[in-house]
């Protein structure tokens, strides 16, 4: 899965997540509200692997231009 798509789901786990949540404080539902911590931690994770992708996809670019240049 590419970079953009980790944060697109990552953004989407998140939002679901805190909606969860909010429904279990409303509830009084601690499974609920559990559930939605889980979820919202996973599109947080799901994000920072978007962002490492972007990060190495940065640094290899500018190896490979720097190689290039040097020829």
Known sequence: M???MD????QANELAGKAKQGIGEATGSDKLKGE???Q?????????????KDAV???????????????
């Open 7 to 10: 944060k697109i789901k990552g």
């Open 2 to 4: 590419g970079s953009t």
């Open 57 to 71: 996809k940065d640094t290899a670019d500018k190896v490979a231009g720097a190689a290039h240049k040097n020829l």
């Open 36 to 38: 939605g911590a889980i």
């Open 40 to 52: 919202e931690a996973k599109g947080h994770g799901q994000q920072a692997l978007g962002n490492a």
